[in-house]
Every structure is written in structure tokens, then in C-alpha cells.
């Protein structure tokens, strides 16, 4: 089985200089797709990452780069390059596992947030995307291709009038929203398993279900890392004052920081009931330990007198001299013995059915 990392971090060589990239996952190519648009129309391209950057933005239009993995880093190099990004902000994009966050630079912002999704396995996956805000333009980038902004893309294509007509941050609001979005889909399939895990720990408790209650915790707390951060950078966000950050897009950002915060809550409800989980968990193991203790009480408490009888009439005594077990030398002795061991157990078993000891009600 596949161990998944509490804590994933790249990072450079002790004592390199600040900025030093490290790019952990070189296996996916680069592919950036380029979306410029304004009220009257929109064009969509694919760039090729090794031909020369040219004019990528145009007057009174927003230009979306949207880079779809991060290859080998030398392409965000380059593009950080073009567009004067401060090589620490390209740096963090590269070396991913970082916090979420907003960095306001000179002329842009750099903003980091988590998005989440389930793979084919039911595990969660979480990866980086870094958004860089500037005049009339937002490169997003991410780990890996395949994301939740598709519908996002199917809105600018279909010609939206607010969005077609709105300026950058108000898009860079809007792939935040729809990468908060992306996590109650996540958090309503997290809630379907634990509904299912308590069904199981009620009615039969065993080793697999707890270690299903740990996977939930473990990946609760993944998703609550990523999530109560991003609460701080959206507050962050809320409060800066820029030319790059109009009023329109206020009302919109505030509406996405309230999902954060209802994230949030239903992580935490969600961690709480998880760990409720554990405490039944052991009661219910600690009643079907009783329940055979009981089981194993009842059935030595019957056979204890008849071990006595059984002892004291096995005994080897001289039957020949008078008042010496006497009922030894009798011919029914035999299934006399057996009649009373018979009714002993059943007495017994009786008694502690009026007790309650086997399942019946107590007597008072």
C-alpha cells in the first residue's frame, strides 16, 4: 500500500541562494494554453513552450495564461522573465507545497492556493496553483495537467458579459472560486464514507473499519492544512488596497471567503466525527468482550457444582462399611446423579435468567 506523505515540501540544497528553483515532478510536459479576451470578442491559443515568447498582451484586453504543468521549470523561468516577476515569487511556484498565501509585489500579486480532488483510487490529491495578478493579465500554474476550471473556460468561450467585460483580478476571483468549489464535491464523498464507516462500526466492528477511520483522519487533516490557510490569505486579500483590485470584485471575493469558512467548519465537524469514531470503536469491542466474558462466566458457574458433584462421587471410598456413600451401592444412583446434575445446570440457568444475565429481564 501506498504511504501518503502528511507533509510534501520541494526544496533546495542547504545554503543555496534565495530563489534557487527545484522542480520535484519533471514527468508531465508543459503545456500552457492562452486565452485573451475583452467585451467584443475572445481568442484561444496553444503555445508552443520552446518558441519565443512575443506579445502576449494587447490594450483594453485580459490575456489568462494558463500553464497546465510545470515540466522542467525552464518555461516559468522564461515567462517570469518576460513578464519581471521577482524570481522569489517564481521560485515558490516551482518549489511546490507551499502555504496558501498573497504576496503583493511592485506591479502584480502572487497568490498560492490548494486545490483538491479525488483520483481514480478514491485517494486525495492535492496540488499548488499559483496565481500571478498584474495589469491586464493572470498566469495560473499548476503541478500537473487536468483541473476543476473547465467550466470557467466554457464561460469565457460562451461570451458571459461580466466576465467577458470585467478586468484581471475579477477573472483571478473567479479561478479562485471555482477551485474552492472543487472541495464540496470532495468534502460531500468524505461525509458518504463516514456515514458508511459508522454503519459498520455499529453493527460489526473490526480491524479494517478502524483502519478506514485513520485514512479519513489522516486525509481530513491534509484537506484542513489546506483549507484554514486559505481563510487567512482570502481575509488578506479583502484588505488590499491597489489599482490592481477593483471594488467590483469585492462582493465576489467576500462570497468566496464565506465557502472557505464553510469549508472550513464541515472539515472540522467532519475531523470531530472521526475521532467519535474511535471512542466507539473501542466500546463496541470492549461490549463484545463482556458478552463473551459473560457467555464464558455463566458456563463455568454451571459446571462448577457439577465438577463438585462429579469430584466428590469419584472419589474412591469403601462402599463395604456402613454410612460410607451408601447411594454408591445403589442401582439407580447413576441416573439419580445425572437427574440432579440436570437440574442443577437448569436451575442455574433459570437464576440467571431472572437476573438478566442472559438476556432476559431483571426482576426486582
Given at each position: 500500500m501506498e504511504q501518503r506523505r502528511l507533509f510534501r515540501r520541494s526544496y533546495t540544497k542547504q545554503g543555496a541562494a534565495p530563489g534557487t528553483l527545484a522542480v520535484t515532478d519533471a514527468g508531465h510536459p508543459?503545456?500552457?494554453?492562452?486565452?485573451?479576451?475583452d467585451a467584443e470578442g475572445l481568442e484561444e491559443l496553444e503555445l508552443d513552450p520552446d518558441a519565443e515568447l512575443g506579445d502576449l498582451?494587447?490594450?483594453?484586453?485580459?490575456?489568462?495564461?494558463?500553464?497546465?504543468?510545470l515540466g522542467d521549470g525552464a518555461f516559468i523561468e522564461r515567462l517570469g522573465e518576460?513578464?519581471?516577476?521577482h524570481p522569489l515569487a517564481v521560485a515558490d511556484a516551482l518549489n511546490v507545497g507551499q502555504r496558501p498565501k498573497i504576496e503583493a509585489y511592485e506591479d502584480f500579486y502572487y497568490i498560492v492556493v490548494r486545490m483538491l480532488?479525488?483520483?481514480?483510487d478514491e485517494r486525495l490529491r492535492v496540488e499548488q496553483v499559483s496565481l500571478f495578478l498584474g495589469p491586464g493579465w493572470v498566469i495560473s500554474v499548476q503541478e500537473r495537467p487536468g483541473d476543476c476550471l473547465d467550466g470557467l473556460r466554457?464561460?469565457?468561450?460562451?461570451?458571459?458579459?461580466?466576465?467577458?467585460?470585467?478586468?484581471?483580478?475579477?477573472?483571478?476571483?473567479?479561478?479562485i472560486d471555482a477551485i474552492v468549489d472543487g472541495y464540496f464535491p470532495v468534502l460531500e464523498s468524505y461525509g458518504e464514507w463516514l456515514e458508511e464507516i459508522e454503519t459498520r462500526i455499529l453493527e460489526q466492528p473490526d480491524q479494517a473499519v478502524l483502519s478506514e477511520v485513520y485514512d479519513v483522519k489522516r486525509d481530513l487533516m491534509t484537506l484542513r492544512r489546506a483549507a484554514w490557510p486559505m481563510r487567512d490569505m482570502l481575509s488578506s486579500f479583502l484588505q488590499e488596497e491597489s489599482e490592481l483590485l477593483n471594488d467590483a470584485s469585492q462582493p465576489y471575493l467576500?462570497?468566496?471567503?464565506?465557502?472557505?469558512?464553510?469549508?472550513?467548519?464541515v472539515t472540522e465537524t467532519y475531523r470531530e466525527l472521526a475521532g467519535s469514531f474511535i471512542d466507539i470503536y473501542l466500546s463496541s469491542i470492549s461490549q463484545r468482550t463482556n458478552e463473551v466474558m459473560r457467555v464464558l462466566t455463566v458456563s463455568a458457574t454451571i459446571f462448577i457444582p457439577l465438577t463438585f458433584l462429579a469430584g466428590v462421587y469419584g472419589m474412591n471410598f469403601d462402599t463395604s462399611k456402613p454410612g460410607n456413600m451408601p447411594e454408591l451401592g445403589w442401582s439407580y444412583a447413576y441416573p439419580v446423579f445425572l437427574g440432579v446434575c440436570v437440574l442443577t445446570a437448569g436451575g442455574l440457568l433459570f437464576l440467571f435468567r431472572r437476573l438478566g444475565w442472559l438476556g432476559g429481564s431483571t426482576k426486582r
Open positions: 508543459v503545456s500552457i494554453g492562452m486565452i485573451r479576451f498582451l494587447q490594450p483594453g484586453k485580459v490575456t489568462w495564461l494558463d500553464v497546465r504543468a518576460r513578464f519581471g516577476l480532488e479525488l483520483a481514480e466554457a464561460r469565457l468561450r460562451k461570451g458571459r458579459k461580466q466576465l467577458r467585460s470585467s478586468n484581471a483580478d475579477y477573472l483571478a476571483v473567479q479561478i467576500r462570497d468566496t471567503a464565506d465557502h472557505v469558512i464553510q469549508i472550513v467548519d
